[in-house]
């Protein structure tokens, strides 16, 4: 039996060139990776994920004491938008410090909780320190805290920032970006709204 070839009868077949046959190959390869890599690089942030403070922005003055602006950060929201401290002007914002080790902080979660539910206006940052996000925002989601938003100070540079020595330690920043009251201990339900009034 004979075989047809575009070099005539009974011929055998030409081979592809080896650099031909190296660049389909190739091609090939590339083309499977970036198939196992588009969805993970097109994916919205999630909450796993979100909330890590990426910038510190300077400002004149800025101070974690009463009386001076908070200092201003920035992080990623949980639908990727970037968020900054100082973009809630308009609102009472209590910034609290935490971890997952601090027993003080774990058991003023619920108060916080019960106060951010109550209180649509006011936003409640939870900054939590040096701690991995998933450990974080498990905790948060294990006693049901969606009134609270996490927030990770990974470096500790936020911490620092507002000068905290302590955990639990609380901002209460009013509507222009100013410190008006803070607590350096674990709060009872009473106390955080007496340091919202304050910051009102």
């Not at 091609?27 to 979100?50: E, G, V």
């Not at 619920?110 to 940052?125: C, D, I």
């Not at 955990?167 to 709060?187: C, K, N, Y």
């Amino acid at each position: 039996m004979s075989v047809l070839t575009a070099e005539g009868p009974d011929r055998e077949p030409t081979a592809l060139p080896r650099w031909i046959a190296a660049i389909i190959i190739g091609a090939i390869a590339l083309a499977s990776l970036a198939a196992l890599l588009w969805p993970l690089l097109m994916r919205p942030a999630t909450p796993t994920d979100a909330g890590v403070i990426r910038a510190q922005i300077e400002a004149d003055g800025a101070a974690g004491r009463i009386g001076a602006t908070a200092p201003d950060f920035e992080w990623t929201g949980p639908d990727g938008q970037t968020l900054r401290l100082s973009a809630y002007r308009g609102r009472v914002v209590v910034v609290n410090f935490w971890a997952t080790w601090c027993a003080p902080c774990r058991e003023e979660m619920p108060a916080l909780q019960r106060v951010a539910a109550s209180e649509p206006g006011v936003v409640v940052l939870e900054v939590d320190l040096m701690e991995a996000s998933d450990k974080a925002r498990s905790f948060l989601d294990s006693l049901g805290l969606d009134r609270l938003q996490p927030v990770l100070d990974t470096d500790g540079a936020t911490t620092r920032r507002f000068g905290v020595l302590g955990l639990p330690s609380t901002f209460f920043v009013d509507r222009d970006g100013v410190i008006r009251h803070l607590e350096l201990r674990q709060m009872t339900e009473a106390q955080i709204r007496t340091g919202i009034q304050k910051a009102r």
